[in-house]
Nanobody, 124 residues
Framework: QVQVVESGGGLVQAGGSLTLSCSAS????????MAWFRQAPGKEREFVAA????????NYADSAKGRFTISRDNAKKAVYLQMHSLEPEDTATYYC?????????????????WGQGTQVTVSS
């Protein structure tokens, strides 16, 4: 079983930046598709960004494109989400997800392992 752990959340003012980190166990991390989802109170889980096994292909939600950057470091078995120009609407618990089959789609059903989440709160 793959263990997934997120970190880096916190409180930031609107317009500020945060970088989230995710680590995942497994010898084949370099073959995993990775993604970030988020969920705000009273809302459904929402796709944010995903990245292919090589890091060569990324997918972004419209709300994230241009503001957020997903990246990965396979040597460190880590994936990151750099967030800039944060808005109160970005406030949510952010979850890191693993697709052990290497996918990087927008649908939560395809991901196999999830972290516990890290809270991001953006104040206006």
């Amino acid at each position: 079983q793959v263990q997934v752990v997120e970190s880096g959340g916190g409180l930031v003012q609107a317009g500020g930046s945060l970088t989230l980190s995710c680590s995942a166990s497994g010898r084949t991390f370099n073959l995993y598709g990775m993604a970030w989802f988020r969920q705000a109170p009273g809302k459904e889980r929402e796709f944010v960004a995903a990245i292919s096994w090589s890091g060569g292909v990324t997918n972004y939600a419209d709300s994230a494109k241009g503001r957020f950057t997903i990246s990965r470091d396979n040597a460190k078995k880590a994936v990151y989400l750099q967030m800039h120009s944060l808005e109160p609407e970005d406030t949510a618990t952010y979850y890191c997800a693993v697709d052990q089959d290497g996918g990087y789609g927008r649908w939560h059903e395809e991901y196999d392992y999830w972290g516990q989440g890290t809270q991001v709160t953006v104040s206006s």
